[in-house]
T-cell receptor, first 113, second 110 residues
Framework: KAGVTQTPRYLIKTRGQQVTLSCSPI?????VSWYQQTPGQGLQFLFE???????NKGNFPGRFSGRQFSNSRSEMNVSTLELGDSALYLC????????????FGEGSRLTVL | KNEVEQSPQNLTAQEGEFITINCSYS?????LHWLQQHPGGGIVSLFM???GKKKHGRLIATINIQEKHSSLHITASHPRDSAVYIC????????????FGKGTRLHILP
């Protein structure tokens, strides 16, 4: 069974640009959540989607957005990149519900110059 | 005060030692996750608990809902157990966004 796939794995952008990250969940999983990990703040929740609907959003500015498609694949977008957006962005999939086990992808490491 | 506190922050031990990592939280929860992250980034889910105790190989996780506390134990520790261990909770309310602890960095010496 294929795991959670995130693309791209590494990317470098400059301030002011925008970036789109993709997450393909495990087959049959309908929930996808996104997280930002930085050395200073650790892991922080970004969004959670279930069946194309955003269930929850973390305390991030409106520059951070996301969506989920009918095949459960999800994308997140960060516009007008700032240096502080440099981080590892992780997504996780689960079958859904508040007690579902999380399966994480390898992450997309974003560097903003 | 963070809603999820882990202790210790860093732990160095000799191979074979019994390891305990603690997690305390301040909110009512529907689930608690123990995660493992090796250098390089990938996160693996070790356990998801809502009550009691779970065991997988040399790893044991316990949770006390009344005391809002969970422990992760590693028996017969091995250098390959060296990683960051992260506790995360799913609050039991409408705003059930997962909250993470800061992690415990474990280093097992051969």
């Amino acid at each position: 069974k294929a795991g959670v796939t995130q693309t791209p794995r590494y990317l470098i952008k400059t301030r002011g640009q925008q970036v789109t990250l993709s997450c393909s969940p495990i087959s049959g999983h309908r929930s996808v959540s996104w997280y930002q990990q930085t050395p200073g703040q650790g892991l922080q929740f970004l969004f959670e989607y279930f069946s194309e609907t955003q269930r929850n959003k973390g305390n991030f500015p409106g520059r951070f957005s996301g969506r989920q498609f009918s095949n459960s694949r999800s994308e997140m977008n960060v516009s007008t990149l700032e240096l502080g957006d440099s981080a590892l962005y992780l997504c996780a999939s689960s079958r859904g519900g508040s007690t579902g086990e999380l399966f994480f992808g390898e992450g997309s490491r974003l560097t903003v110059l | 005060k963070n809603e999820v506190e882990q202790s210790p922050q860093n732990l160095t031990a000799q191979e074979g030692e019994f390891i305990t990592i603690n997690c305390s939280y301040s909110v009512g929860i529907s689930a608690l996750h123990w995660l493992q992250q090796h250098p390089g980034g990938g996160i693996v889910s070790l356990f998801m608990l809502s009550s009691g105790k779970k065991k997988h190989g040399r790893l044991i996780a316990t949770i006390n809902i009344q005391e809002k506390h969970s422990s992760l134990h590693i028996t017969a520790s091995h250098p390959r157990d060296s990683a960051v261990y992260i506790c995360a909770v799913r609050p039991m309310n409408r705003d059930d966004k997962i909250i993470f602890g800061k992690g415990t960095r474990l280093h097992i010496l051969p």
